[in-house]
């Protein structure tokens, strides 16, 4: 196998060694995916100032996330069907994470259930949840997680209604699932994929399945999914979650300043910026871009997150710059999963700490909590070349 030196070297392996439709999955965006790559074009076109003359033997990527100390800005983002990426994707990055000391979220779409997971790590796992109309089985949920000692709960709020990925309907990724001769030519192209999903159990849904009422397989699954998602969404149901909960609440989906205070008025510890991924609402705009102005607004009032277009640890001295107090990873990690199992979850986790420590020597910074906006370059001060030359 190829070494793994950057996120686009895993990105690449990972093409080549799991089926088209999950690739895809991982890799594609909504509608046009115009917000997918504006996300990556946003972080690239910020620019970091350099300085010299400074002290910066004693750098650290080390920081703090809702109390967890944490190797480095960063938790690993929820990510639906990670078990199908990879076999037991979910416990793989889990015991990544732990093993490199940042915090794994577990999406309530998950193959492997948060009770399997919790067996194989003792790490700070997250648990993503949705406001669902199934009360009673999001009430179960809740005290599951409470049992499995999670540490805290994302709500995701922008995951009411699904963007159109033109990719999931040509591959025919669907649910159920419907095999066809050429998805089933697809999986048999990945021979290690196919080798190790055979040797798992785990192929369902493990936090829905055998736990919401009249679920017990894919077909019911599939019915229950289809009919789960309040539309009629209100702050009072977020105070609702958060007095269920009673611990650390994190908010998902804020694109706006005034959406990111009514969650924090509603009781969120933290919050992230996302347009999961450009996964949602194409022609959103990039995390990116509205990170400084619902950072300004909230203060110190809740901790700020982002997700979309984590690529490299620049990316995350950007990130943090600009407001954050770290971000969320999920194409990242899952490259890196599909490209080498866990093995390559930990490479992805230990090149985002390399490429973020050489970033902060060459902007002279020691420490994740010194960077600020004056560690970026505004676009006015940038020079403009003439082309038309002398």
């Not at 999914?225 to 609702?240: A, P, R, S």
């Amino acid at each position: 196998m190829k070494p793994i030196l950057c996120v686009e070297d895993a990105r690449r392996l990972a093409r080549q060694r799991i089926p088209r439709m999950f690739y895809d999955f991982v890799d594609s965006g909504s509608w046009t995916e115009s917000t997918y790559h504006a996300n990556e074009q946003a972080f690239a076109a910020i620019r970091l100032r350099q300085r010299v003359g400074k002290n910066i033997e004693h750098r650290s990527t080390r920081t703090q996330l809702l109390g967890s100390d944490c190797a480095l800005p960063l938790a690993i983002a929820p990510t639906g069907l990670a078990g199908f990426v990879w076999a037991d994707g979910e416990i793989l990055c889990a015991r990544a994470a732990h093993r490199f000391g940042v915090p794994y979220s577990l999406s309530i779409g998950s193959v492997c259930s948060l009770e399997e997971v919790r067996r194989h790590t003792h790490g700070p796992l997250w648990l993503q949840v949705s406001l669902l109309k199934d009360r009673k089985f999001l009430q179960g949920l809740v005290e599951r997680a409470r049992q499995a000692n999670c540490s805290a709960l994302i709500l995701t709020l922008d995951y009411h209604v699904a963007g159109q990925r033109h990719c999931d309907a040509r591959n025919g990724l669907s649910l159920p699932p419907r095999i066809s001769l050429r998805q089933l030519a697809d999986m048999l192209s990945s021979p290690a994929w196919c080798a190790a999903m055979l040797r798992t159990r785990n192929r369902g849904f493990g936090n829905v399945i055998g736990h919401a009422k009249g679920v017990h397989d894919l077909q019911s699954f599939a019915q229950w999914h289809g009919n789960q998602f309040e539309l009629n969404i209100g702050w009072d149901q977020v105070e609702w979650l958060k007095r269920l909960w009673g611990g650390p609440l994190i908010v998902k989906g804020i694109l706006d300043r005034e959406d990111a205070l009514h969650a924090v008025s509603a009781g969120a510890d933290a919050i992230v910026v996302s347009n999961q991924g450009g996964r949602q609402l194409d022609g959103a705009p990039p995390t990116i871009e509205m990170l400084p102005e619902i950072a300004d607004a909230v203060g110190t009032q809740t901790e700020v997150l982002i997700d979309g277009g984590i690529r490299s640890g620049q990316d995350i001295v950007r990130a943090c710059a600009l407001g954050a107090r770290g971000v969320l990873a999920g194409r990242a990690i899952l490259y890196g999963m599909a490209a080498a199992g866990e093995n390559g979850v930990s490479r992805i986790l230990e090149i985002l700490r390399s490429e973020m420590l050489s970033t902060m020597a060459f902007c002279g910074m020691n420490e994740v909590s010194q960077l600020t906006p004056a560690n970026i370059v505004p676009p006015s001060h940038r020079p403009v070349h003439d082309t038309n030359g002398p």
